[in-house]
């Protein structure tokens, strides 16, 4: 079974909420994957760099090191920035109508970084998420 073990993909669950996090652990680890965590920006950072996620979920609002500083480092850094990044987030735009399509641009608009790989509103639809999950980790 070690060849099963090595072909699981792991994620990075980026978020300050306690209640979050054990939420995206808990529905990541029940759909196979192997799951780390981290509270702020700059724990993130560290666990990215020495972990090597295949994919980061990333809480927007954070203490420490923000969620948009956190993406635009992995997104300029040449050995992180083929991770993909799904945001989970609660931050909305009511001009979008609150689907956080202005902020999904905005990131993308930044220091010449692409736009997020994936975007979920909180509360988080479980299917929405672990669908977005799959298809990324299948590229």
Not at 29 to 47: L, T
Not at 66 to 87: A, N, T
Not at 110 to 128: C, H, L, N, T, Y
Request: net charge negative; aromatic share 6%; hydrophobic share 35%.
């Amino acid at each position: 079974m070690a060849n099963a073990q090595a072909k699981k993909k792991k994620i990075l669950v980026l978020d300050d909420e306690p209640d979050v996090v054990t939420y995206l652990v808990s529905l990541l680890e029940d759909n196979d994957y192997i799951v780390v965590s981290a509270m702020d920006g700059k724990e993130g950072m560290a666990k990215a760099k020495s972990e090597k996620p295949d994919l980061i979920t990333l809480d927007i609002s954070m203490p420490e090191k923000s969620g948009v500083r956190f993406y635009r480092e992995v997104k300029s850094d040449p050995e992180m920035k083929r991770i993909p990044i799904v945001i989970v987030t609660g931050v909305s735009s009511t001009q979008d109508g609150g689907t956080g399509k202005d902020f999904e641009r905005f990131l993308g608009t930044r220091k010449q970084v692409p736009p997020p790989d994936g975007f979920i509103m909180k509360p988080i639809d479980e299917s929405e998420l672990l669908g977005t999950v799959k298809k990324l980790l299948a590229i």
